[in-house]
């Protein structure tokens, strides 16, 4: 018995004792010794009402009310127990541990308050008419958001300012994100012109009166109008339900060079000759419809004509009336050869061409003889038989040519290809050459009379298919690479003189593709295949500035998870972290202690 403790030995007779004899205890000193149960309880309730709070605000559109009140009154609790510990607060801030947290505190929201005046600076910034080029930056893959350097130059040069305006319904959800995607470019171009480009929204069925003032039958469009001149050109925009990028910024630029008088230049697709119809679908393979309404996209008149009938034209002294570029589109017969002046066509072509003006050729394979003949003056051979290609094609068919950036198929760089990545051509013959560099003749200056870029070309696992597709033949194929079109500046065809007119040298643009079918109807959308095409007709008629202008594509990239990678990615990102950090946080204030 010495040696039991005192305190139990005393706790054991106190509870011995009657209750009448135990001491009191008054209700305060019960509170009191109470008080941190009740204070954490009261800690634990306020966080939990918080979060209920925030998690009913996020996720029940309907209890938002509800939401803000269970957050007020878990702010409100944590409030009282911080009134009613107001010493150990002050302890908790003003001791030692307590400055260190504080001076760490001011750093933190001091550096927060800095990148934000600096956000703010450069949103000013950027919100200025034609802000820095450094200061906007756009970083996605095909530049979708920002204009072309050509389209900045014309707004910098507007002679007449432009107001633009949109005829849309945005009631709706699909009206509503299309209005958003067309303010976001409408912006940009607004924000590079300074106060010469503005534009404004008007719904057609609350206000058809100005929808009919301005000629506007179908919506949605937009009407660029020349303020001073009252020039008009109207834009028709895709639907609403098919995507929200409904305008584009070629349509755009081109309506304004349109009322800005920009003289339209004149692309005939040439006929006689079995050539595809620009007028009407032949069907999926025969119509060349899409490839002219691109062209007139591009502020260029598009029609059809014989080469007789463009004689007139061809050698008439007005810069307007000459032709810009002649087309032909597959044609499946010859040049026509007649006696008498200026009835041979090969004659008139020669002669267009001498004059400065542009041809692009598009030929299946085997093409009659006469095209050879002429194309051979600028050192061009057409092949006879169809390309295979055993490593870029599209599956099954091997003679269905895939020509890609990633293979290095459009090597060298030129600008008509520089902008393009991957085009099809189902069922190409290859474009080759018949002189060397160093034969070319040369001016007195050293200007050589010839230059001929490949523009694009099969693998090394290629051949020219002269019998059957199935395998190749060493005896009778051709082994690859072939080239299969080809661009060509020329100042003169090899035995003429070049021309000279104002001191300089009249210059034609030639370019010559082994394929008619990848720019027809049914494949004109495929890949690059329509700006091909187009590419080649702004280039031969140097209109350079077109070729960076092309309709941007927005790239959609669509993560596909099935319900149970759904549900992993949905909880994680709500729970995994957060929990993660609490866990990192109790474990660091438990050793601590």
Avoid: C
């Amino acid at each position: 018995m010495a040696n039991q403790d005192p305190e139990a030995e005393r706790a054991r007779r106190i509870s011995s004792r009657p209750d009448e004899t135990r001491p009191r205890t008054s209700i305060i000193d019960s509170i009191r010794d109470n008080l941190t149960s009740v204070k954490y309880m009261l800690i634990v309730a306020g966080i939990g009402a918080f979060f209920v709070g925030v998690l009913i605000f996020i996720f029940i559109r309907d209890l938002e009310s509800t939401g803000r009140w269970t957050m007020v009154i878990g702010l409100a609790l944590i409030g009282v127990v911080g009134i009613a510990s107001w010493r150990q607060v002050a302890r908790a801030v003003f001791g030692r541990r307590g400055r260190y947290g504080v001076n760490t505190l001011i750093v933190v929201v001091a550096f927060i308050t800095l990148l934000t005046l600096g956000n703010f600076v450069l949103w000013w910034l950027s919100d200025q008419d034609n802000p820095p080029g450094w200061l906007r930056t756009d970083v996605t893959s095909n530049q979708q958001f920002g204009l072309s350097e050509q389209t900045v130059q014309l707004l910098s040069e507007l002679s007449d300012p432009i107001q633009a305006t949109v005829f849309l319904q945005i009631d709706t959800a699909e009206g509503a994100a299309a209005w958003r995607d067309t303010q976001d470019l409408l912006s940009e171009f607004s924000r590079r012109a300074a106060d010469d480009f503005y534009f404004r929204l008007i719904d057609p069925v609350l206000q058809p009166n100005v929808a009919a003032d301005f000629g506007v039958t179908q919506t949605p469009a937009i009407v660029i109008e020349a303020t001073d001149s009252r020039r008009t050109d109207i834009i028709v925009g895709g639907n609403p339900r098919n995507g929200p990028d409904i305008f584009d910024e070629q349509g755009i630029t081109t309506a304004m060079l349109v009322v800005n008088q920009i003289r339209q230049k004149q692309v005939f697709f040439i006929s006689g000759h079995g050539e595809r119809d620009i007028t009407s679908a032949q069907g999926d393979d025969e119509g060349y419809v899409q490839a002219a309404l691109s062209l007139i996209r591009d502020n260029y008149r598009v029609s059809t004509a014989t080469l007789i009938d463009l004689l007139p034209k061809i050698f008439s002294n007005s810069a307007n009336d000459f032709p810009a570029a002649l087309i032909f589109a597959g044609p499946q017969s010859g040049l026509v050869s007649a006696s008498g002046e200026l009835r041979d066509e090969t004659d008139i072509l020669r002669q267009y061409m001498l004059r400065g003006g542009s041809v692009i050729f598009l030929f299946e394979p085997d093409p009659d003889p006469s095209y050879g003949d002429l194309i051979g003056e600028f050192g061009v051979a057409l092949g006879t038989g169809h390309l295979v290609d055993q490593t870029s094609f599209v599956a099954p068919e091997t003679n269905f040519l895939q020509i890609t950036r990633s293979n290095r198929q459009f090597d060298p760089p030129h600008p008509i290809t520089e902008p393009i990545d991957v085009i099809y051509m189902p069922g190409a013959t290859f474009i080759g050459r018949t002189i060397t560099d160093d034969s070319i003749p040369r001016t007195a200056t050293g200007e050589p009379h010839l230059i001929l870029t490949g523009l694009a070309t099969t693998t090394l696992n290629s051949w020219e298919e002269l019998g059957d597709l199935d395998s190749f033949d060493i005896d009778e194929d051709r082994p690859g690479p072939f080239t299969v079109a080809v661009a060509v500046e020329a100042l003169a065809p090899i035995g003429f003189t070049p021309q000279i007119v104002d001191g300089e040298f009249v210059r034609t643009n030639i370019v010559i593709i082994g394929d008619t079918d990848f720019a027809s109807d049914r494949y004109f959308s495929s890949a690059k295949n329509g700006d091909f095409l187009v590419n080649a007709v702004n280039w031969a008629v140097r209109d350079f500035e077109l070729i960076s202008i092309r309709s941007k594509t927005k790239a959609f990239r669509e993560l596909v998870l099935t319900r149970s990678e759904r549900d992993f990615v949905r909880w994680s990102g709500w729970l995994l972290m957060p929990s993660l950090i609490s866990v990192i946080g109790v474990w660091s204030w438990w050793r601590r202690r």
